[in-house]
């Protein structure tokens, strides 16, 4: 079990079933059916802490933003801003949900590479507390449609290429988002907001990717974000990006040294002023959601492979096909089984690409066992779709024991919800 990149508080019952937050996972499967995304709450709590305390061992000056595309649920939204955490969305939608979840527009910071009129307006009317600007189009929208003045920060492409898969490396000058450094659009864009009598330019902000093991590529995009510093920076936004584990071999540094590491390099660039803000998505509450599916065929290929096919696939997690992520599973219902069979994990969609594991080691799996894959909590719901039709799975708070459908599963009839 050790290996297995289980949220904390997993315990294989005597039953041999898996239990997630407290709750028995074949039990679960039972009363809510699959597939489901399960979330053991005290894992996002206490990711939560552990950055907050990080930090709160350097300074007083910091916020920690939830990056709600990991996971924009109502009840997460609720749930980080009773920890205390600010927010980061990136759309309308994302803000409406946090909204609505009720977060303080004060500590909500909007992002987005090509925010619409109406999702400007949207800021604007609710309050939201900091727009990080992306382009000079933004700037010239932001002044025509908000009616009061906001407090903006610029984002900057530093120049960094974090070692990740390239889909998810968003820090270098060939980049859709925001103003590059190198090529001298960053320093432009501060001068054009510091000109502007709309936008009150607060500090800066980057984001170099995600699903990173390799801190030092932090350091060196502070660095390089020293030359742009003004009187007006109060606030340097580091963005997340901090990798967690998917699986065996899979290392990721520990939160308290990846915050060491962000502040120890603003102090070393920008002194003690500046408040700093991170975004983490993934690693608050990748490790805490996992995911669980009924096997319903095998197909043994005599001397090719064996084909396990469960009740969902790239319609509930799309990162295997995107970003060729690698996944590892269980047989929840016998966790502690020897797991000495060697299978493909594939989904029910009409497409060959849609293996959702390659060779995987599982205990013996039958048909009408509950499959279940680890660290799914991060970019599986929020990246959800219908291909063929497929209801979205629903999202299932456990904690203490108890389970809460935070999120419902939806139905066949839903899928005909908008036609006219
Ligand atoms: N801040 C900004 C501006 C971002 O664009 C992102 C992620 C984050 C924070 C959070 O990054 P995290 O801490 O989660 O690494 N769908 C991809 C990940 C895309 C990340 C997009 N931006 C995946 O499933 O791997």
């Known amino acids: 079990m050790a290996a297995m990149p289980y949220p904390t508080g997993t315990i294989v019952n005597d039953g041999g079933h898996l239990e ?12 809510f059916g699959t597939p489901a995304y399960l979330f053991a709450v005290d894992e996002m709590r206490d990711r939560a802490r552990a950055y907050q305390r990080s930090f709160a061992a350097h300074t007083d000056r910091f916020e920690v933003l939830f990056a709600s595309k990991a996971l ?16 980061d969305v990136a759309s ?37 507390g900091h727009l990080i600007v992306d382009s000079f189009d933004e700037i010239e929208r932001c002044e025509r449609v908000l009616a009061k003045d906001q407090d903006v920060l610029i984002r900057v492409t530093p120049g960094i290429k974090p070692s990740t898969h390239s889909f998810i490396q968003t820090g270098q000058l060939d ?14 864009a501060i001068e054009r907001v510091l000109e502007s009598d709309r936008l009150n330019l607060v500090g800066l902000h980057f984001h170099i990717g995600s699903q990173i093991f390799e801190i030092e590529p932090f350091r060196l995009a502070v660095e390089a974000l020293g030359e742009l510093r003004g009187e007006w920076c109060e606030i340097l936004d580091l963005g997340g990006g901090l990798g967690i584990s998917y699986g065996e071999g899979d290392s990721p540094p520990e939160i308290e040294e990846y915050v060491n590491l962000k502040v120890q390099a603003v102090r070393d660039v920008f002194g003690d002023g500046v408040k700093i803000l991170i975004e983490p998505g993934r690693s608050l509450v990748g490790t805490a959601g996992v995911t669980i599916y009924t096997i319903g065929t095998i197909k043994e290929i005599p001397g090719v492979r064996t084909y396990v096919a469960v009740d969902g696939g790239m319609s509930d997690n799309l990162r295997p096909m995107l970003y060729d992520a690698k996944y590892t599973a269980v047989i929840a219902d016998r966790a502690n089984d020897p797991a000495d069979t060697r299978v493909t994990v594939a989904g029910s969609h009409c497409e060959s690409g849609d293996i959702l594991i390659r060779d995987v080691d599982l205990a013996d799996p039958r048909v009408g066992d509950i499959l279940l894959t680890p660290a799914t909590g991060a970019y599986g719901h929020s990246m959800a779709n219908n291909y063929n039709g497929m209801p979205r799975p629903p999202v299932i708070f456990c904690e203490n024991g108890e389970a809460r459908v935070v999120v419902r599963r939806e139905s066949w009839d839903d899928l005909l919800t908008r036609d006219m």
Do not use: Q, W
Not at 72 to 87: D, H, I, M, Q, W
Not at 116 to 128: F, I, N, Q, Y
Not at 175 to 188: N, P
């Open 175 to 188: 980049s859709k988002f925001g103003f590059g450094l190198e090529d001298g659009t960053a320093a432009r």
């Open 20 to 31: 997630i937050g407290g709750c028995d996972v074949i039990e679960l499967a039972r009363e």
């Open 92 to 128: 309308g939608g994302e803000l409406t949900m946090a909204l609505k979840a009720g977060f303080d527009p004060a500590k909500i910071y909007m992002h987005g590479n090509n925010k619409t009129d109406a999702e400007l307006a949207l800021a604007g009317a609710s309050g939201v």
């Open 72 to 87: 924009p649920v109502t009840a997460a939204y609720r749930l980080f801003a009773e920890e205390g955490l600010s927010v």
